[in-house]
């Protein structure tokens, strides 16, 4: 029978996302193999984690493409981005504190694609008057992924509600985010 590596890896990313310190053997049980077949096709952690990156730059890309970012106010795109990300918002929480991934110069470059395209979007607002310019596009797209990561956190913890995770971060960003109008 051949290994279902998308279950395997989202079964990871599932357990990972709750419990970072979890162990090989909890992922094997977890995703319902033995120990020594997720070691034939993950050699350890750091291979797992690896292939879980690739992942989430996949699932982000993906997300990003059907967010449509670029079309529409940048505040539309910004919800349409946060509606995107959810399903994958656990494995993004997850992959922005493994500090391995983002050290020495061995950084995968999809990271850099990801923070442009954000990047992007942040900058179009600003020059469309839409958002604030005394924040940098870079600590915008940051601010982001940490809301991300902490309100998928808080969802699993069940301190808020699923439902109520693209209002919050939507309006917590913008809030900050907009541009005021002086009247």
Known sequence: MAL????????????????????????????????????????????????LEQLGIREFEAALDRAAPETGSASEGLRRLVAEMQPAADLLAFLVTENQLFEGDQVNEGWARLDARVSALFRRGQEQGEFRIDLTPAWLTE????????????????????KDFQYMIAELLLGGARRSVEK
Not at 143 to 162: E, H, P, T
């Open 4 to 51: 279902d590596r998308e279950h395997v890896l989202h079964t990871a990313a599932a357990l990972l996302s709750r419990k970072s310190t979890a162990t090989m053997d909890e992922v094997a049980r977890a995703a319902g193999i033995g120990r020594a077949t997720l070691h034939r096709h993950f050699a350890g952690r750091d291979a797992l984690v690896k292939a």
């Open 143 to 162: 601010a982001l992924y940490g809301l991300i990561g902490s309100c998928a956190w808080a969802v699993m913890d069940g301190r808020v509600a699923k």
